[in-house]
């Protein structure tokens, strides 16, 4: 199997306008992709920026938009772009009609998974998109302890979908990020190993690093 090369993905789980623009501000010179977290306090014990603060975002890098909320459609509606708009699929009856509301509003779609939803739930949704994020905490705050059971999810999925990018999120650090790729994921989202580094840089670095090791240890073990 072909080494696929990992992204690092900042996530960003802010109340405010002014730290959500700071942290973008402060990733921008060395990531492509930034993932911003929204809560509605219902889905996840937690509340974060709404729809309204998303107006206007800093160009020159993409948004991945982390929907942690119920009925994520009426969310979704409100917001135009080219985003990858992620959903969990605890949240949704039919993804046909996100997709439509998605398609429509020119975004992307993206299906997430909690640590304690049965996993045979996520899988006919992963025929219709070509994204995946396996939660590795239960998610509502940063700085959780990486959940490594996930990681058979993560095998699972790569197993039956070689080409889908499968993204893991929640206690991502360069010990977790190096383990996660191996097992085959290749989107390593991270919020306290990067924001609580001294240096930005330097900790975006240090986790492409490991997880570029991961997926050589994957690519090597998938090519038997
Ligand atoms: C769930 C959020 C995660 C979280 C990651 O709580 O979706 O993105 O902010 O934070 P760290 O990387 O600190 O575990």
Not at 27 to 37: A, F, N, S
Request: hydrophobic letters at 40%.
């Amino acid at each position: 199997m072909v080494f696929m090369k990992p992204e690092i993905i900042p996530a960003i789980l802010v109340q405010l306008r002014e730290d959500l623009f700071d942290r973008i501000r402060k990733v921008k010179p060395y990531v492509d992709t930034v993932q911003i977290d929204i809560m509605d306090g219902m889905f996840v014990p937690n509340n974060t920026i709404g729809v309204k603060h998303l107006r206007g975002l800093p160009e020159g890098v993409k948004y991945e938009l982390h929907w942690m909320v119920l009925n994520p459609e009426r969310w979704i509606e409100k917001v135009h772009g080219d985003y990858l708009h992620i959903v969990h699929v605890e949240t949704i009856d039919s993804l046909d009609d996100v997709q439509k509301i998605v398609k429509k509003n020119g975004g992307r779609l993206g299906i997430a998974i909690n640590p304690g939803t049965q996993f045979e739930k996520v899988l006919p949704y992963l025929k219709k998109v070509d994204y995946v994020l396996v939660m590795t905490v239960n998610p509502g705050f940063s700085g959780q302890k990486y959940i490594k059971g996930m990681e058979e999810r993560v095998r699972e999925i790569r197993k039956k979908f070689k080409d889908i990018d499968i993204e893991v999120d929640g206690g991502l650090d360069k010990k977790t990020a190096y383990s996660a790729a191996a097992a085959g994921a290749n989107k390593i989202v991270a919020a306290s190993s990067i924001f609580k580094a001294f240096s930005i840089g330097k900790a975006v670095k240090e986790l492409q690093e490991s997880a570029e090791k991961g997926c050589k240890t994957w690519a090597k073990k998938s090519s038997g």
